[in-house]
């Protein structure tokens, strides 16, 4: 069983910016295919972004490229999510997501990967 645990959720107005953190086992976040996922009300789950934690290469779903980045902390095996420029449509359920380790290439390594393992989900709400 992989815990992985987001934190930094909550309230933001619209225009403005927030961090998800994601706490990962070693072996989950080294040299491998790590996401963040999110599922509004009403409508699936869905990859936003994603980076390969070995070269830092990362990919993004058209809805967040240019606002949000991904990054990841080697030393503290956490992942993040910098948000900013937040519309009301980013309003969701954030999840952290991880690959099995080994399983996928950099090049693999996309938003929309079947990540089996994921976060319980951290609630952000974006407000006018």
């Known amino acids: 069983q992989v815990k992985l645990v987001e934190s930094g959720g909550g309230s933001v107005q619209v225009g403005g910016s927030l961090t998800l953190s994601c706490k990962a086992p070693?072996?989950?976040?080294?040299?491998?295919?790590m996401g963040w996922l999110r599922q509004a009300p009403g409508k699936e789950r869905r990859g936003i972004a994603a980076i390969y934690t070995g070269t830092g290469k990362t990919y993004y779903a058209d809805s967040v490229k240019g606002r949000f980045t991904i990054s990841h902390d080697n030393a503290k095996n956490t992942l993040y999510l910098n948000m900013n420029n937040t519309k009301p449509e980013d309003t969701a359920i954030y999840y952290c997501?991880?690959?099995?380790?080994?399983?996928?290439?950099?090049?693999?390594?996309?938003?929309?990967?079947?990540?089996?393992?994921r976060g319980q989900g951290t609630q952000v709400t974006v407000s006018s």
């Open positions: 997501a991880a690959a099995v380790s080994g399983s996928l290439t950099p090049n693999s390594c996309t938003y929309g990967v079947d990540f089996p393992f």
């Open positions: 070693v072996w989950a976040s080294s040299s491998n295919c």
